[in-house]
């Protein structure tokens, strides 16, 4: 892509704006299963048993409400996969 095509996609991106318009109040739901943390290393969201496989977000036990919860854990172990990515690719 050339590059003003780029900068309108970077814009739109970093600009992004999201507005919650409803809510389904009462339906709420929850997530459940997934691999099981002890199969993880925390700190690079890595699988101790396959080197170079990370998991994240509901792929992982880690029960949540919907609500953010879920969006948070998924957000949250995206970043520690990231950085043991880096750590790897680096090294």
Known sequence: IDGKTRDFILDRIHNLVLTAVDTNKGE???TAGGIDLKE???KSME???Y???FCIGEAL???GFCGGYNL???WSTAYVAAC????TVIH
Request: charged content about 25%; glycine content about 4%; overall charge negative.
């Open 47 to 49: 699988l101790k048993q």
């Open 72 to 74: 948070q854990n998924a």
């Open 84 to 87: 043991g990515i880096k750590e």
């Open 28 to 30: 709420e739901t929850v």
């Open 51 to 53: 080197q170079n496989l």
């Open 40 to 42: 993880i290393n925390p």
């Open 61 to 63: 036990d880690i029960d």
